[in-house]
């Protein structure tokens, strides 16, 4: 088949997006059941288990369940901002999967040679830098339209905790593209195929994998940093006025960024799809690549199986006094190394 | 292909801009100059600037309006007013000014004709991140560290108005005879320290202070 035919193109990106999507739309399901099921295995209950095999449809029920919901709008709300707020948090979210590749070039029968990725262009990681910083006007834009004096406090609270983290964020992986010198996400993966597919990026930068792991807790606001919907002090804040499929699309969100931060945490210092053997069998580079997401999803359960949530003022004092400054030592150190040693 | 892509985001950037301008709300105001930043950012990723673009979505739809997004809520601010009656003199300068910008684009797009509409050569690498970056740290390293020298003065200055402002709020006042005063208030820098500074004349609080106590005096309460 001609891949480099124009419409041919077209059609393939096309389906591509399509399985990105429905692949996301997949782990998000199975996140939110594995969640529940791995919560009560810490909590030593059993977790809902009764649709399905094992409860495997619960996730699908619940979403039928909060669809059939009344889908309410306050009636003093500025309805458009109220509207757009959640498509933004979810359209945002859902934006930054087209540059992870998924896996190596591999050969399909019947269907030719042709890389598992979507798009390869040469500012991806500020690409998705960037979708993120414009998903804070979801949150913010939705505490404030619902004209409720706790939504907007709420909304104010994470909005301000995601600009706080957004800082560390970014400088936790200007070590990643100090040492790979590309912002090209593809490249950065290949850079780290070496030592039998071992050669990862953490290795390197061990400081700046922590640091990435906690802004990037903190930035999908879970616990420990799950201060906007802290459930137990909170009426649900930035979301309280929100029902039915507009708050299914902020549930999602939350979902889709936390598997978003897992692929680039993992394409950045976990090597991606590399790994043993996929030299040999590319297609195993898939598996490898979706063992490495799950192993961050079950990190985010196990975290909040385990610790419990900071203070306000903590968090801030946190993100301002220690993550930041320790972000910019990893920057000093890793550009004084790169200068006498590397390349 | 490229043109029609040209043509739906430079249609949606002259959209939000008039809604920016004709919105009586800030907020909406706000988010149509954000459609305006990103609309932008999308023209730039087709003219093979991928950098630019990327910075403009994360510096101004991403941290500059966010900030603003944030005064706006904060501050509560009511509808703007029309206030057609106290601008009516600018109208004729304003036709004036959009008659000249109308003439400055017929004559672009009449001289334009003479020249091909593709530039020569390989241009594909201009707007790489490693050739900006490159330009950036050696032929225009000057500017490049003017420009920063420039921000750094700002940051400091807010910082150093702002702080004035909340050491003494401009009607305090120096009461007469002799006074206690707290560590904190004698001395900006000395936040929460609460030791007491004992005052024997009114001329040394208001020294203490930095209030000049004679002008002072002189306001009616």
């Known amino acids: 088949m001609d891949w480099n035919n124009q419409y041919i193109h077209s059609l393939v990106l096309i389906v591509a997006i399509t399985v990105a999507f429905l692949t996301i739309m997949l782990l998000v399901a199975a996140t939110v059941l594995a969640e529940r099921r791995v919560l009560a295995l810490i909590q030593g209950r059993l977790g809902p288990n009764r649709v399905g095999y094992g409860g495997v449809l619960q996730p699908f029920a619940d979403f039928i369940k909060t669809m059939m919901k009344e889908d309410l709008v306050p009636d003093q709300s500025t309805k458009f901002v109220f509207l757009l707020a959640p498509m933004i948090a979810v359209v945002t979210a859902i934006m930054a999967i087209i540059v992870y590749p998924f896996g190596p070039t591999v050969t399909l029968p019947f269907l030719g040679t042709f890389p598992l990725r979507i798009a390869q262009f040469d500012v991806a990681l500020l690409y998705v830098l960037g979708v993120t910083s414009v998903g804070v006007y979801g949150i913010a834009l939705a505490g404030w339209s619902s004209n409720n004096k706790y939504s907007l406090m709420g909304g104010l609270r994470s909005s301000a905790q995601m600009i706080s983290y957004e800082l560390a964020l970014g400088l936790s992986l200007i070590g990643v593209i100090l040492i790979s010198g590309t912002l090209d996400i593809y490249q950065i993966v290949e850079q780290q195929s070496g030592w039998h597919g071992l050669q990862w990026n953490i290795i390197y930068q061990p400081l700046g994998f922590i640091l990435y792991l906690i802004a990037a807790i903190a930035e999908t606001n879970r616990v420990p940093f799950d201060l906007p919907e802290a459930e137990t002090e909170l009426v649900a804040g930035f979301h309280t006025e929100y029902s039915s499929i507009k708050f299914l699309l902020f549930f999602n969100a939350e979902y889709i960024n936390m598997i978003t931060v897992s692929m680039l945490a993992t394409t950045l210092f976990l090597g991606g799809w590399n790994g043993p053997g996929v030299a040999q069998v590319p297609l195993l580079g898939v598996v490898y690549f979706f063992a490495k997401i799950l192993f961050f999803l079950f990190l985010y359960i196990w975290l909040r199986g385990t610790l419990p949530r900071f203070r306000f003022d903590q968090l801030m004092d946190f993100g301002w006094k220690f993550l930041l400054p320790a972000a910019i030592l990893n920057i000093v150190l890793t550009a004084t190394f790169q200068f006498f040693v590397g390349s | 292909m490229s043109t029609l892509l040209f043509i ?214």
């Open chain 2, 8 to 221: 739906v985001f430079a249609g949606m950037a002259i959209g939000c801009a008039i809604a920016m301008v004709s919105q009586t709300n800030p907020l909406y105001s706000a988010i149509s100059l954000i459609g305006v930043f990103i609309s932008l950012a999308s023209i730039y990723v087709t003219l093979a600037a991928p950098f630019i673009a990327a910075v403009q979505v994360i510096v101004y739809a991403g941290a500059i309006m966010v900030l603003v997004i944030f005064v706006i809520m904060l501050l509560n601010v009511e509808h703007a007013e029309p206030r057609r009656r106290r601008l009516k003199f600018l109208v004729p300068l304003a036709v004036g000014m959009a008659g000249i910008l109308l003439a400055e684009t017929a004559f672009i797009l009449y001289s334009v004709q003479s020249t091909p509409d593709r530039l020569a050569g390989n241009i594909s690498n201009v707007g790489l991140t490693r050739s900006i970056g490159v330009g950036l740290f050696t032929g225009y390293l000057l500017p490049f560290e003017v420009t920063s020298v420039l921000l750094l003065m700002a940051i400091v200055g807010a910082m150093s108005l702002a702080r004035r402002s909340t050491v003494l709020s401009s009607n305090a006042r120096v009461v007469p005879g002799v006074q206690v005063l707290a560590m904190d208030i004698v001395n900006p820098r000395a936040v929460g320290d609460l030791r007491p500074v004992q005052t024997e004349t009114t001329a040394e609080a208001a020294h203490l202070l930095g209030v000049d106590f004679q002008t002072d005096q002189n306001q009616p309460e």
